[in-house]
């Protein structure tokens, strides 16, 4: 889902369909739009705007397409260093559990097909002897790695929708109870805060996810203490990129037209407004009786909370 390459969850989608990166470019720039408040409107001029297209990309201020080419190229260097990076960690990994059965290997047993497999204590995990695993032991114990991988991504991806379906809730409530002030700028920083929220929980629920899948399937404490270091080393420097990325004079460039489009955007929602007005005047006495129409939600909020909400699926108050 879109939402999710919004707040940095592909990765972890990427990851679970065997993507040792899993974030594409188009996810990266969303995520750091997100970020900077510049959404997909900033690149084609008019995005869902309630305004014709052709009109805005006529009015609206130019696009510094130089700018954000320049962050694209950033962006995808940072990109290619943690991809190289992950590579690395999950070479890492498979050395060292290769290398650990090769004196160790997971007790089985067979099934009623009779083909072997690996038999779990009374906590659900395998048993661990002495001596190296033969061939049968090997395939017994990458299958039952890879049904464990499985039943965890599955775990995960029922986890990734009952938030999304509850955030959604909470923020649906919000825009229903607020409806005649989603204009009101103390209401729109309001729900800023609130998708903020959803999308740092998200992450925290995305590194969470992140750690399990690492770790599923390593035999020891030692090498899952040693992933958990690895996986420092890999926020450290996705950190470092982030900090980077926001604070290069091609993001605050970005910034600087996204605030420039807001206010365009402000005054030709107010001429639409007053148009609306005086049409709902020339209607007659029986237009103001009418309860008006929810309006478009492009039409009320600034793109970014807008696109932020197309993202999770959000496309109209009712």
Do not use: C
Not at 246 to 269: C, G, H, P, T, W
Request: no cysteine; aromatic share 6%; net charge negative.
């Amino acid at each position: 889902m879109q939402f999710w390459n919004s707040v940095g969850m592909g990765t972890l989608s990427g990851m679970m369909m065997g993507s040792s990166r899993g974030i594409g470019s188009r996810g990266h720039l969303d995520a750091l739009g997100a970020r900077i408040g510049v959404g997909r409107f900033a690149e084609d001029a008019h995005g869902d705007s309630p305004f014709d297209g052709s009109v805005l990309m006529g009015k609206a201020p130019p696009f510094p397409s130089s700018s954000m080419d320049r962050l694209r190229s950033l962006m995808f260097a940072h990109m290619q260093a943690r991809e190289n990076a992950t590579n690395e960690f999950a070479q890492k990994l498979n050395d060292m559990k290769e290398k650990f059965f090769e004196s160790h290997s997971y007790q089985t047993a067979p099934n009623e097909e009779g083909q072997a497999k690996v038999l779990l204590n009374e906590q659900g995990q395998p048993t661990l002897m002495e001596g190296g695993e033969d061939a049968m032991q090997r395939a017994s114990r990458q299958e039952f790695e890879a049904s464990t991988r499985q039943a965890l991504s599955d775990l995960h991806t029922n986890e990734k929708e009952t938030f999304l379906q509850d955030e959604k809730q909470q923020i649906m409530n919000f825009l229903q109870n607020n409806r005649n002030e989603l204009g009101n700028p103390s209401v729109q920083s309001e729900l800023q805060k609130m998708i903020l929220l959803t999308q740092k929980k998200a992450l925290n629920l995305q590194r969470t996810q992140e750690e399990e899948i690492w770790k599923v399937d390593l035999p020891t404490d030692e090498m899952r203490a040693q992933a958990d270091d690895e996986m420092q080393k890999l926020r450290k420097m996705d950190d470092e990129h982030q900090n980077v990325e926001d604070a290069s004079r091609e993001a605050q460039e970005l910034i600087m037209y996204q605030e420039e489009v807001n206010a365009f955007l402000r005054d030709e929602k107010e001429k639409l407004q007053f148009q609306e007005k005086d049409e709902v005047f020339l209607k007659g006495p029986d237009a103001f009786l009418k309860p008006p129409p929810a309006p478009p939600l492009s039409s009320v909020l600034p793109p970014y909370l807008t696109e932020a909400l197309y993202n999770m699926g959000i496309y109209s108050i009712d």
